[in-house]
């Protein structure tokens, strides 16, 4: 078993529009925290005392209500002796009854948390479950994906078309769960039942499929690895279904392909989704194998843009390069983003996922480095340096990308841009390809693979793998809301001869990093601190002093 809404305001129309894309439902930094953050941010004893092992959730869907009603039975293991747990669920969302064993139990609301009294005391490693039965109307996106909730829209031959998007809003607007993220069921089941004209298509495989007697259909999707509350999802609609599959240089069956979009799309779909291949093998070669093999790998379309609900990812691109047509990349790439990234978050936040959102740019800041890897394989380094740079002008670098732990608090949105190129930067620093990606594949395909983890995980493994003192890099580009700064001045020392004198003003303690240069053309490199440095240099005249900005994410102040 696993342990484990971005309004971010930034000041330029330009950074606006750039942080609006990359803001999956994320409120940014909090100044003050409340009671409500604590109860969905915190593990306290009502949480820790049981893991969750498997979820059943039921659900029925009436569109012309918009309404859900139904179950979810959570099986769960006892880790200390309990009487009391805590779930989540939205108080717009009805409790009808909570049942153990069909008894019975009393419970208590406060706010969105729900405070269950067991009829007798639980014991360690006692495994059990109980059901909770609920209705009523969920929360209505009004921008889905950047705000959670559900989607009632029409397709384009006005059948109805229902979807569900919920990351950073918490899943518990829709399902009673234990809304938090270090602990993961082991496996899942996803029942909704829904107008006998529509298909549902959830996470995992699909387990069965029935039309009832009363104009309903009821279908049933399993899930076989772990998963997060967010990545639960529910898409409804007139979807027909084409399938491929992959062939991997690791795994002796074929990874199955499934494809669900809207009739009138097919056969464009059909064409379009042919980029999935050489991302899966590109992903392959440097992340691992896909991580959810049995379950297969799965493109969704939806009424939005897109999110990356795991095995089941949503598209809605509309089969155009770039972000929604725009050319996303900077430098003129015309990739389609939405398949690229959010795919990328199987590895990256659906395999490795944080313990707590305060972590989330692990998912985001690993995912958005991936596409340069895509980059990189496809159509080469300089454009993928190039890709990488053209991120820089939409970091706004205001507040840290990482949150606080335990109220439910993430980073800035700079998480996908400035997280990215730190990694590229780190990269550098390591100057060892061979090293960098191997650690990269590793720490994806093997240390972490199906792991929720956090700060530290991250930084002693890549320490121990490099055998460098990395904390104080991560700690500034992490922890501090500005890059690091190399100042600099040129003095004579005599007639033939100058000094350069240098320093990194940083605010992580202890900060150290290699930075690169040039003099009159001659490259060459020299580690600074916060403390003053300096080298000689036997020339009479510096012509041109360059520090190469290109593969390190760093400012320079000359004085």
Same mark, same amino acid.
């Given at each position: ?43 306290r004893p009502e949480r820790t005392c049981y893991d969750v092992t498997f979820y059943d959730l039921n659900v029925k869907v009436d569109i012309a209500s918009k309404s859900i009603s139904g179950y979810n039975t959570l099986y769960f293991t006892a880790n200390t002796p309990f009487d009391r747990l805590q779930i989540d669920l939205f108080q717009n969302m009805i ?46 996106a009004k921008r889905a994906p950047w705000d959670g909730g559900f989607v009632w829209a029409k397709d384009d031959e006005n059948k109805d078309w229902v979807a569900v998007a919920c990351e950073g809003t918490g899943a518990s607007l829709w399902w009673p769960c234990k809304d938090e993220l270090s602990d993961e069921p082991d496996s899942m089941k996803i029942t ?182 895509? &980059?990189?394989?496809?159509?080469? =380094?300089? @454009?993928?340096?190039?890709? /990488?740079?053209? #991120?820089? +002008?939409?970091? $706004? ?89 190399? &100042?600099?001045?040129?003095?004579? =020392?005599? @007639?033939?001869?100058?000094? /350069?004198?240098? #320093?990194? +003003?940083?605010? $992580? ?8 240069y040039s003099i009159n053309g001659k490259n060459d490199y020299a580690t600074a601190s916060t403390n003053w440095s300096s080298f000689d240099v036997r020339v009479r005249k510096v012509k041109k002093f360059v520090v190469n900005e290109e593969k390190m994410y760093i400012n320079i102040q000359k004085i």
């Amino acid at each position: 078993m696993r342990k484990g809404s971005l309004k971010y305001a930034l000041l330029l129309t330009f950074i606006m529009f750039y942080g609006c894309i990359y803001s999956q439902l994320l409120d940014g930094e909090k100044v003050a925290f409340t009671h409500d953050d604590s109860l969905r941010g915190g593990l306290r004893p009502e949480r820790t005392c049981y893991d969750v092992t498997f979820y059943d959730l039921n659900v029925k869907v009436d569109i012309a209500s918009k309404s859900i009603s139904g179950y979810n039975t959570l099986y769960f293991t006892a880790n200390t002796p309990f009487d009391r747990l805590q779930i989540d669920l939205f108080q717009n969302m009805i409790i009808d009854k909570i049942e153990h064993n069909e008894i019975p139990l009393l419970y208590e609301r406060d706010g969105n948390a729900v405070f269950i009294a067991m009829d007798r005391t639980i014991k360690p490693k006692e495994k059990d479950k109980i059901r909770v039965v609920y209705h009523g109307v969920p929360n209505q996106a009004k921008r889905a994906p950047w705000d959670g909730g559900f989607v009632w829209a029409k397709d384009d031959e006005n059948k109805d078309w229902v979807a569900v998007a919920c990351e950073g809003t918490g899943a518990s607007l829709w399902w009673p769960c234990k809304d938090e993220l270090s602990d993961e069921p082991d496996s899942m089941k996803i029942t909704c039942t829904y107008p006998v004209d529509l298909f549902f298509v959830g996470n995992g495989s699909l387990l069965s499929d029935s039309k009832n007697t009363d104009a309903t259909r009821t279908t049933t999707w399993k899930v076989s690895y772990p998963i997060n509350n967010y990545n639960v999802t529910l898409n409804i609609g007139n979807y027909v279904h084409f399938s491929d599959s992959y062939t991997s240089n690791e795994i002796s069956t074929d990874l199955s392909l499934d494809y669900y979009v809207m009739p009138y799309n097919l056969e464009q779909a059909k064409k379009h989704f042919k980029q999935v291949k050489p991302m899966m093998a590109c992903y392959e070669k440097y992340f691992g194998p896909y991580p959810f093999w049995n379950d297969g790998y799965a493109l969704v379309e939806t009424p939005y843009l897109g999110m990356e609900h795991q095995g089941a990812i949503a598209y809605g691109n509309k089969y155009k390069t770039g972000y929604n047509g725009r050319d996303f990349s900077g430098i003129g790439l015309d990739f389609d983003y939405i398949i690229i990234h959010e795919s990328g978050h199987e590895w990256w936040g659906n395999s490795v996922s944080c313990k707590d959102i305060a972590d989330l740019w692990i998912h985001e800041g690993f995912c958005t480095y991936a596409e340069s890897i895509y &980059v990189e394989e496809l159509f080469g =380094k300089k @454009k993928a340096q190039d890709y /990488i740079n053209a #991120k820089k +002008k939409s970091v $706004a670098n205001k507040a840290p990308i990482q949150g606080k732990y335990g109220v439910n608090s993430e980073g800035a949105g700079d998480m996908y841009n400035k997280s990215c190129l730190f990694l590229n930067t780190l990269r550098t620093f390591i100057n060892n390809d061979s090293l960098w990606f191997g650690m990269i594949h590793d720490f994806s395909a093997k240390t972490f693979k199906t792991k929720n983890i956090d700060y530290n995980d991250v930084v002693r493994y890549f320490e121990t793998k490099s055998r460098k003192s990395l904390r104080p890099l991560f700690d500034q580009y992490l922890k501090q809301a500005e890059i690091p700064t190399l &100042v600099y001045k040129i003095e004579d =020392k005599n @007639k033939f001869m100058k000094t /350069i004198y240098y #320093k990194w +003003k940083a605010d $992580a303690p202890n900060f150290q990093m290699r930075f690169y240069y040039s003099i009159n053309g001659k490259n060459d490199y020299a580690t600074a601190s916060t403390n003053w440095s300096s080298f000689d240099v036997r020339v009479r005249k510096v012509k041109k002093f360059v520090v190469n900005e290109e593969k390190m994410y760093i400012n320079i102040q000359k004085i």
